[in-house]
């Protein structure tokens, strides 16, 4: 208690300050006294203590570069998931028919650019990069509109030799990347109307659909393409026509569109359902699938014509492994756009000679089977042998009959790989998965037609007619249909 009270007195006297104060004052000289002697000295600033700071200061530069690359490389590398990462929507106003509709496809109202320059060249010493010039890009709309961005990033000196530079644009929200019908890089003079001149290697232009980077514009020039005073347009060749996904999606965006502009969504189960009733489409939510395999009497002499070694070195073709239908989607569900279905009949030994198998394959909630972009057969074990004679998907209608939608037959396998055996080397799908033909086109004998139209006292005419009995594909199709989606909408409205 009393030495709690003397330390009370002290502060209250200050002489515990000034201790304080003396002990500073006194540990202040002696530290220079000890700077100024002579070992002291060579210690702190001999050469051994140079190349000690030397080495200290190295390791914080490198260590500081790393981090500034990693940093950077976050937000401008130019991997695969980052490019697809600032092309993805992420949070959108759902009450907008646009961003609704194209989130429906698994698209954006973004477009990304990407510029590479050429490297300089020490036999043209002239200039290749761009440094006070401005760069932009010119996108016609379908409606002749026209939109133009300048293409700069923040803390990056694009255009430089030898580089490649990423931008990505957020397009207008009635706008997408299905509108635009021209892409033009332009050039445009500096403050005092001078024109550098750069040297463009290669351009792009992509957008994001179906959750995977698809190419809109190219131009790859074997000469660069110089922009100067003299030439300050670009336009770039178009590269959609090479994308039959982009072709299939922009086909139906306008109905998706008129859909998500009445009721807001599209792939909703009660819609869907209501559509196939009109279409006469029995379980419009379910794909059959028939597999049959050759026959035994068909064996030999398949081995016989597409192999040279001796029968007897090979199994008879009966695959005794597991096969997956992997079905890709137009529209997002549980994160994916595609859905694997393992082939297995209960209680069955499915793929052996001779054998038909037929497999009822339902679709996802609120999809059908007009949902679907692209169908692929794997096959699980290459080492096993198998040879299919007949692989086709279908539907069923309401009056006894099968819509045929797409198909792989033996002499479509033979045209194509040569052979129509799977068997080790031969046909390996899972590493090359065989993809279902849905651009041949099918249709019903006029026949049926009148057979049904006696049968069930009606006459078939309209969409179902060029549904049934249309010599179309699936793709067309699948047109109709979103055709009568949208008709469906529209006529609740009235």
């Known amino acids: 208690m009393k030495k709690k009270e003397s330390w009370i007195n002290q502060i209250e006297s200050g002489r515990l300050w000034q201790a304080i104060r003396v002990r500073v004052r006194w540990g202040i000289r002696r530290l220079r006294r000890d700077l100024q002697k002579k070992q002291l000295k060579e210690r702190l600033f001999g050469s051994f203590a140079r190349r000690l700071y030397a080495m200290i200061l190295l390791l914080m530069a490198v260590g500081g570069i790393t981090f500034a690359a990693a940093w950077y490389g976050e937000r401008w590398s130019a991997d695969e998931a980052v490019l697809k990462e600032r092309l993805s929507m992420g949070a959108y106003d759902a009450k907008d028919p646009v961003l609704t509709a194209l989130d429906s496809f698994g698209a954006s109202n973004r477009v990304q650019v990407i510029l590479k320059t050429a490297k300089k060249d020490p036999l043209k010493p002239q200039s290749v990069d761009l440094d006070r010039g401005n760069l932009n890009l010119v996108m016609t709309l379908q409606n002749g509109k026209i939109m133009e961005y300048t293409l700069q990033n923040k803390r990056i000196d694009n255009f430089e030799s030898g580089g490649t530079d990423y931008f990505t644009l957020i397009l ?66 178009l590269a959609t026509e090479e994308n039959a996904h ?12 008129q859909v998500c502009q009445k009721q807001g969504a599209v792939h909703t189960k009660q819609i869907k359902k209501e559509a196939n009733v009109e279409l006469g489409l029995m379980n419009g939510d379910t794909l059959l699938l028939d597999i049959e395999t050759v ?5 030999n002499q398949l081995f016989k014509d597409s192999l040279s070694n001796p029968f007897s070195e090979f199994e008879t073709l009966g695959y005794n492994g597991t096969m997956t239908l992997r079905v890709k989607f137009l529209y997002a569900f549980d994160g994916s756009y595609y859905k694997d279905y ?4 209960l209680g069955k030994d499915d793929f052996e000679l001779g054998t038909a198998s037929t497999f009822a394959l339902e679709m996802p909630e609120g999809a059908s089977v007009f949902d679907i972009t692209a169908m692929e057969l794997l096959v699980h074990d290459a080492e096993d042998a198998w040879a299919p004679r007949l692989i086709r998907a279908y539907l069923r209608t309401d009056y006894g009959t099968t819509l045929e939608i797409a198909r792989l037959s033996d002499t479509m396998l033979t045209a194509e790989r040569k052979t129509n055996i799977f068997h080790r080397d031969w046909i390996d799908t899972s590493v090359s998965p065989l993809k279902l033909d849905l651009e041949r086109s099918y249709a019903l004998p006029l026949a049926i037609k009148e057979k049904i139209e006696k049968q069930y006292y009606t006459e078939i005419e309209g969409v179902i007619y060029s549904m049934y009995f249309g010599d179309h594909n699936f793709m067309e199709r699948q047109k109709l249909y979103y055709s009568q989606i949208y008709k469906e909408v529209a006529d609740e409205e009235t």
């Open 172 to 237: 207008p929200q009635s706008v997408s990347p299905f509108d635009i019908k021209e892409y033009k890089l332009m050039l445009l003079p500096d403050a005092q109307g001078n024109y550098d001149e750069w040297h463009c290697a290669s351009a792009q232009i992509a957008c994001l659909l179906g959750g995977e980077r698809t190419l809109l514009a190219k131009g790859i020039w074997q000469k660069e393409w110089i922009f100067s005073a003299d030439r300050t347009e670009a336009v770039l060749p």
């Open 246 to 257: 982009f072709q299939q999606v922009q086909a139906l965006y306008s109905y998706v569109l």
């Open 295 to 299: 026959g035994l009497e068909n064996q």
């Open 342 to 345: 393992n082939l297995d009949t």
